[in-house]
């Protein structure tokens, strides 16, 4: 039997690299989880309306709401992970030379990947434990709420295992070094200021002056 030549396993690896990089995959779990929520809102709020406009009601409407939550929640932390999102303290990382900052990264990311490896072994076994444990309400698996958490930890493990790679080989940017924000503010003016920190990613110009025009005639 023939192996491949090592350059056809270098190209699927950058192919699967490219892939994680590319922002398509993250746009269709933000797709996914606004779907999820839609719907979640819909059985919630049909479920209030018919319980007290008509006496009725959704039966699966408080199951599928609460399993619909639990996969918004591990589906929105595989976003904010690749958009470097999440909250933390980097008030001593920040202050440190870029090797410090290096050495800090590749040593959170290892933890990471432990926890991941953790996770992902604990909810293997809850998915396998529960396969044939049927919800009280729909009938359906209680696998389905476990899976969350193994989906969760491979597609994290992917999205570190990827920066790793690039920590290791030098293509990661120095402002990519510091991998959390200190509070959603500074995330999101982050994200409108653009690279190059200026207003002008936003598509303003600077403020007048507080007295107006300085050309301005009076009558």
Not at 62 to 75: H, K, S
């Given at each position: 039997m023939r192996t491949p030549p090592p350059d056809i396993a270098a190209r699927d690896l950058r192919t699967l690299a490219a892939i994680l990089l590319d922002g398509r995959w993250?746009?269709?779990?933000?797709?996914?989880?606004?779907?999820?929520?839609?719907?979640?809102?819909?059985?919630?709020?049909?479920?209030?309306?018919?319980?007290?406009?008509?006496?009725?009601?959704?039966?699966?409407?408080?199951?599928?709401?609460?399993?619909?939550?639990?996969?918004?929640?591990?589906?929105?932390?595989?976003?904010?992970?690749?958009?470097?999102?999440?909250?933390?303290?980097?008030?001593?990382?920040?202050?440190?030379?870029v090797a410090g900052k290096k050495l800090c990264l590749a040593a959170s990311y290892a933890c990471m990947l432990y926890i991941l490896w953790l996770l992902y072994e604990g909810s293997l076994a809850q998915v396998r434990i529960n396969w044939d444990t049927e919800a009280p309400v729909t009938g359906a698996s209680m696998a389905i709420v476990y899976a969350a958490g193994a989906v969760f930890a491979v597609c994290a493990a992917l999205i570190l295992l990827t920066d790793g790679v690039r920590l290791l080989t030098g293509r990661m940017s120095v402002d990519e070094l510091v991998a959390i924000q200190e509070s959603e503010e500074a995330g999101a003016l982050a994200q409108a200021l653009g690279p190059h920190g200026s207003l002008g990613a936003l598509g303003t110009s600077p403020a007048a002056p507080a007295g107006g025009s300085q050309h301005s005639t009076r009558s």
């Open positions: 993250a746009r269709a779990l933000e797709l996914a989880i606004a779907g999820f929520l839609a719907l979640m809102v819909v059985l919630v709020f049909g479920n209030v309306v018919l319980r007290y406009g008509f006496n009725s009601g959704i039966a699966i409407s408080e199951e599928v709401a609460r399993w619909l939550f639990i996969w918004i929640t591990f589906l929105g932390a595989v976003v904010a992970l690749r958009e470097r999102a999440h909250l933390g303290v980097d008030m001593l990382v920040s202050r440190l030379p």
